[in-house]
């Protein structure tokens, strides 16, 4: 059974639908174990920029993202393409942001979510952790020869508030969410000599906590110094809006907003207002990977994905192995016998590494298809 993908994007679909397809912690919980017992493996990705539903299955993934949230153009792969995909994913070539930091949190965190609620089995976990590890390795070349070593959206984002505000020293920060991006977005500005407030939770689940030097207030003091701010960045995960043109009045100061959000955090009326500018996810504007880095990624990509391959490969050959290592077990036990069970623990173990060591010397020394004609033959006899 193929690995299938189905899923929305910021490359065939629009913001406004995206954002039905928004899922957080707590809904794709809930998702995942709704589909569960109709995929053999399933795990959910979703980002502000994607959210692409992977599994083993019989089932169309694009029904199962229909009966949840309704139809959109969907993007597909399947089977080679699909594997592809997955490490595109992880090494940041998909993201908006290319070789952004956070997808690779993100990616993890979906395998992760998946492999507690028992979605996941040996294939997409296999992949997801080979995929993760060719992210990481890309990043660490990356950096190495760039000086920018942050790429994040929080970056691009904070590289526009400059622009348009041509100076960041002295001005007034709103950042409306403390989670990841809000707390990078944090760090930058206030590196950058800006005044900024940033609304926090109670408590965060990863226990993390902002700078010392970070004005922290409450969610319900937001539209107090919304009025007052030359920038405001929306970072929530709230499914509505946090700023509507009720809470935000015109003025003669020039005001950037950054709505870095999905679903977006920020009324989009308020992008009508004299001297505002109002940017999303779709029109932030992003640069392209450099040409001198690809082909680095891609030869990172191809070693990755070929031990994938090769684990793929010799995983159909499981089952023969057990039955060969079985055999060999009850022969040598049959034919020297034991006192006790710890010498029969001993010869059993003896006799599965002697296997083991033979049956994976094939392995590495013949084509995989000469070791699986070798494994069928072997275990053929076994039952006999």
């Known amino acids: 059974m193929q690995i299938k993908i189905a899923g929305v994007d910021y490359i065939n679909s629009p913001l406004s639908i995206r954002e039905k397809f928004a899922f957080t912690s707590t809904s794709a919980t809930e998702f995942l174990t709704k589909i569960k017992h109709s ?31 309704g139809n959109a153009k969907f993007f597909t792969y399947e089977g080679e393409e699909a594997i592809e995909h997955i490490y595109n994913v992880a090494a940041g070539i998909c993201s908006q ?44 070349e990356i950096k190495k020869g760039n000086n920018d070593t942050s790429i994040s959206v929080a970056k691009i984002a904070f590289e526009k508030a400059l622009k348009e505000q041509t100076t960041l020293t002295g001005k007034k920060c709103l950042i409306i969410g403390s989670g990841a991006t809000g707390m990078l977005c944090a760090q930058l500005f206030l590196e950058a000599g800006s005044d900024v407030k940033m609304t926090i939770r109670r408590h965060r689940k990863d226990g993390a906590t ?32 946090v700023l509507t043109e009720e809470d935000f009045k015109e003025s003669d100061k020039k005001v950037t907003i950054l709505d870095l959000a999905v679903p977006r955090d920020i009324s989009t009326k308020i992008a009508t207002y004299k001297n505002v500018t109002l940017y999303d996810m779709d029109s932030l504007g992003c640069q392209p990977i450099k040409s001198e880095f690809m ?90």
């Open 39 to 69: 995929t053999e493996e399933c795990i959910l990705i979703f980002t502000c920029n994607r959210t692409e539903l992977i599994v083993i299955s019989e089932t169309d993934p694009i029904e199962l993202l229909k009966k949840e949230r």
């Open 97 to 140: 942001v290319p070789l952004e930091d956070q997808i690779l949190g993100q990616v993890k965190d979906a395998l992760n979510l998946s492999q507690a609620l028992k979605c996941c089995g040996p294939t997409l976990s296999k992949l997801f952790q080979s995929a993760i590890s060719a992210g990481k390795e890309i990043r660490s």
């Open 210 to 241: 902002s700078s010392s030097m970070i004005s922290t207030i409450s969610y319900d003091e937001k539209n107090k110094y919304a009025i007052q701010a030359d920038i405001i960045i929306g970072a929530t995960s709230s499914p509505h809006f």
């Open 295 to 384: 082909e680095e990624i891609e030869k990172i990509l191809h070693h990755h994905k070929t031990k994938f391959y090769e684990w793929e490969e010799i995983k159909e050959c499981v089952p023969m192995i057990e039955e060969i290592c079985d055999y060999a077990e009850r022969e040598l036990i049959n034919t020297i016998g034991y006192k006790n069970e710890e010498e029969k623990e001993i010869l059993e173990e003896a006799a599965r590494n002697m296997m083991n060591k033979l049956l994976f010397s094939i392995k590495n020394n013949e084509e995989i298809n000469t070791a699986k004609t070798c494994y069928q033959v072997m275990a053929k006899a076994a039952k006999i």
